[in-house]
C-alpha cells in the first residue's frame, strides 16, 4: 500500500552537490514528519533529517548540519534532501520515510562520493 520512491543519487566528486527526492503514495502524506536516512557499507542504517508535516521545524545530524537542506512539497507529495559540499562519508544508500520510521521501506538511491 505505501509506496516510497527515492530517485537522484549517482557519483560524484567531493564537493560536489545532489538533490534526492522522494515521491510517496499510499498515506496522508501531510499528517506524517519524513526523514531521509541512509545506510553505508556495512553499517545499519541511520537517520539524516527530519521535517516536520506541519510547520517548518527541521533536524540535521550533526555531521550534514550546514551542508544538507531538507524540504517537502504537500501538494506533489514529495520530500527532497538537497546535499552540498559532499564528502566520502556521505556515501550510502539513501531512504525517506515517516518518522518514526513506517514499515514500508523504498529500494533507495545510491549516493557514492569519491574522494
Known amino acids: 500500500e505505501v509506496q516510497l520512491v527515492e530517485s537522484g543519487g549517482g557519483l560524484v566528486q567531493a564537493g560536489e552537490s545532489l538533490t534526492l527526492s522522494c515521491t510517496t503514495s499510499?498515506?496522508?502524506?501531510?499528517?506524517?514528519?519524513i526523514g531521509w536516512f541512509r545506510q553505508a557499507p556495512g553499517k545499519g542504517r541511520e537517520e539524516v533529517s527530519c521535517i516536520a508535516h506541519s510547520d517548518s521545524t527541521t533536524y540535521y545530524r550533526s555531521s550534514v548540519k550546514g551542508r544538507f537542506t531538507i524540504s517537502r512539497d504537500n501538494a506533489k507529495r514529495t520530500a527532497y534532501l538537497q546535499m552540498n559540499s559532499l564528502k566520502s562519508g556521505d556515501t550510502a544508500v539513501y531512504y525517506c520515510n515517516t518518522v518514526p520510521s513506517g514499515e514500508n521501506w523504498g529500494q533507495g538511491t545510491q549516493v557514492t562520493v569519491s574522494s
Open positions: 499510499g498515506f496522508r502524506f501531510d499528517d506524517y514528519a
